[in-house]
């Protein structure tokens, strides 16, 4: 297949495009190596990708219609659009960096599928976007109405976009809901990598609130997997469906679904840093602070949809995910 993957110098881009070439398909990358963190690793990303014959990177801001436009070219098979502005915490900085990246470039994209449709379009979305929600497990079902943040904002009204463009011009597209993901060549603004940093540099860790916080930490290659299997199982329209699963999350009117891809095993903070700490062989100095603006206590997915459809779910252990993404660290950084 011939597959496009927006995001491609990014943590999960990255990772999901070497699959797909791993599986033999012909990869097209295009991402805007944006400075919100270290330019260096997103390039050396896109190096790696292009190692192979198969993949082709290209260097573009999704809001720049007319370079996007010449990128998409006649359309693709398929589409994994990954690229995005994350993070909680600079939403509240940049706020405008999120309507860009994350409704005008979804907007471009989606504006390019229904000019040539894809057999499936799968879109990264996020756990924010249950916001304020107290009931856990999060499900795809349950209402998610009350975002905290603007990257969720705009992460929700990326989803309600592509629903209605999937409504109007039968493009099957599955949102994927990704939570906490971590692992090898991972974000430098994201915990892990921050915690290793100081780690090594042997300055205090900074814990927000005061450790009372679960994240339902999900290894990057448990979510490539799962999201490379969903690529098969594409949502149909309403006419065109089986027998309905108990809980799925279809559209009533549309060849649209929701799939959250978690470990669905909330750890504490320490836990993870106690991870960290037996991964590097060194003991943790702390500094405690208090939550963080946009921040939730809790994050915690239910997988059952992706279960159902895939046989697939998250269980790599965090004591592992973590040793790999320090075995990764040494060798990138040389510490
Ligand atoms: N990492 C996580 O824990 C996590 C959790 C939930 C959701 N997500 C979502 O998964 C997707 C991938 O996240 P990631 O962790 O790989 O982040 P990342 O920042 O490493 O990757 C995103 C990539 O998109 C590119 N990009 C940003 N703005 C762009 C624009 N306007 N035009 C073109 N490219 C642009 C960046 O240069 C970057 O390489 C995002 O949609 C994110 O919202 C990630």
Redesign the pocket.
């Known amino acids: 297949m011939r597959i496009l993957v ?2 491609s ?5 990255f990772h999901m495009a070497r699959r797909l070439l791993r599986e033999g398909h012909n990869i097209v990358g ?5 400075p ?2 270290d330019r260096k690793l ?1 390039l050396h990303r896109h190096a790696i990708l292009r190692q192979s014959p198969r993949f082709r990177g290209h260097e ?4 720049d219609f007319p370079a996007l436009s010449a990128i998409y070219g006649s359309g693709f098979d398929a589409v994994y659009h ?5 993070g909680v915490r600079y939403s509240l900085e940049n706020p405008r960096a999120y309507i ?2 994350n409704l005008m ?1 979804t907007f471009n994209l989606l504006e390019l599928m229904r000019q040539s449709r894809p057999a499936h379009a799968l879109l ?5 976007v249950y916001g304020a929600n107290s009931q856990i497990p999060f499900r795809e079902t349950d209402r998610a109405d009350h975002p905290l943040t603007l990257y969720a904002a705009s ?1 929700k009204a990326a989803e309600e976009m592509s629903h209605a463009y999937s409504h109007l011009f039968n493009i099957p597209i599955t949102v994927l809901r ?4 971590y692992g090898p060549f991972g ?1 430098p603004d ?1 915990a892990l990598f921050k915690f290793a940093a100081a780690l090594f540099d042997d300055r205090p860790l900074d814990i927000y609130n005061h450790g009372n916080m679960k994240r339902d930490f999900t290894y990057i290659d448990d979510l490539v997997e799962a999201a490379f299997l969903l690529l098969c199982r594409t949502p149909e329209a309403p006419e065109a469906r089986g027998a309905p699963l108990a809980r799925d999350s279809l559209s009533p009117v549309a060849p649209w679904r929701v799939v959250n891809i978690g470990n669905e095993t909330p750890l504490g903070l320490l836990e993870f840093v106690a991870a960290l700490e037996a991964a590097a062989g060194r003991k943790a100095k702390y500094n405690f602070l208090d939550m963080q603006q946009g921040d939730v206590p809790v994050t915690f997915a239910d997988s059952w949809l992706l279960r159902a459809l895939t046989g697939f779910a998250p269980a790599t252990p965090v004591k592992e995910g973590v040793k790999c993404f320090i075995a990764w660290y040494r060798g990138y950084f040389g510490v």
């Open positions: 927006t995001g110098a990014g943590f999960i881009g295009v991402d805007g190596i944006t919100y963190y997103k573009a801001l999704l809001e990954f690229a995005a502005q994350a860009d990246a470039g990264a979305s996020t756990s924010s992460k990704f939570f906490t993901v974000r994201m």
